[in-house]
């Protein structure tokens, strides 16, 4: 069965430094969209894409955020300047077509780790 | 402000039991509802999704019921397993995509 993918599995960096995420979505999908959740806390929407663009946005997605699809495969999520805060599991989706009824497959996630 | 409530916070049951987890939102506009199956250390698994038109929706043992009136939805789960045990979470959408989750409730089904 096809699934989401995503590397490193675990990433330990220093306040300050850039990170880049990386997630392999379903093949045949169209929608892309990257989730925090803090340990403990409850899982945050970041943000969605679609054809190249992002879709929708929330306002944890600041500045210091940014994500590519920098060819047909893979789907990443940049960290400018990490912040003490930003430790926390990362997750990668994707969908097929973005609709109401549409079903989100999630990856593994990535636990990242601000020192 | 969007916000999802879920209770119970935490429920342990034994093996074989059927229990009923809650989920109060306020997301408006209200376009779909979703529960999510999220083992410790994992990611979310989708179990149904109801879009506002819809009442009720079974996969397997899980039934979703939706009531947009009264902004409430309930998870069922029927003769539960050890394999259920894990964080039920509750997600509101509204207009524009961007959901609204909940806190979830953490599930130990006991033998």
């Known amino acids: 069965e096809p699934e989401v993918t995503q590397t490193p599995s675990h990433q330990v960096t220093q306040m300050g430094q850039e990170v880049i995420l990386r997630c392999v979505p379903i093949s045949n999908h169209l929608y892309f969209y990257w989730y925090r959740q803090i340990l403990g806390q409850k899982v945050e929407f970041l943000v969605s894409f679609y054809n190249n663009e992002i879709s929708e946005k929330s306002e944890i997605f600041d500045d210091q955020f940014s994500v590519e699809r920098p060819d047909g495969s893979n789907f990443t999520l940049k960290i400018r300047s990490t912040k003490l805060e930003d430790s926390a599991m990362y997750f990668c989706a994707s969908s097929a077509t973005g609709t109401l009824g549409d079903t989100q497959y999630f990856g593994p996630g990535t636990r990242l780790t601000v020192l | ?111």
Not at chain 2, 6 to 32: A, D, H, M, R
Not at chain 2, 47 to 52: A, H, S
């Open chain 2, 1 to 111: 402000k969007n916000q999802v409530e879920q209770s119970p916070q935490s429920l342990i049951i034994l093996e074989g039991k059927n229990c009923t987890l809650q989920c109060n939102y306020t997301v408006s506009p209200f376009s779909n509802l979703r529960w999510y199956k999220q083992d410790t250390g994992r990611g979310p698994v989708s179990l149904t999704i109801m879009t506002f038109s819809e009442n009720t929706k079974s996969n397997g043992r899980y039934t979703a019921t939706l009531d947009a009136d009264t902004k409430q939805s309930s998870l069922h789960i029927t003769a539960s397993q050890l394999s259920d045990s894990a964080s039920y979470i509750c997600v509101a959408s509204g207009g524009s995509y961007i959901p609204t989750f909940g806190r979830g409730t953490s599930l130990i089904v006991h033998p």
